[in-house]
């Protein structure tokens, strides 16, 4: 099983380059639809990543 804090260190890099992500896909908006939805879209797989990990920390089995 993998260490929490682990997962939480994880957790803030995925959230880190999704912001930095959808900041990009911002700038880009005007200039170029097709490379801002592009780079959305891989914005939105990483949020789904982080929020796959929350789960895990959140919901963990005790034995």
């Not at 200039?31 to 939105?44: G, K, P, Q, V, Y």
């Amino acid at each position: 099983m993998m260490n929490t804090s682990y997962i939480k260190k994880q957790q803030i890099k995925l959230i880190k380059n999704y912001k930095q992500l959808m900041e990009q896909a911002y700038n880009f908006r005007q200039i170029d639809s097709a490379i801002s939805d592009i780079l959305e879209f891989r914005a939105i797989k990483l949020l789904n990543e982080a929020n796959n990990l929350n789960y895990l920390t959140t919901n963990q089995l005790r034995y």
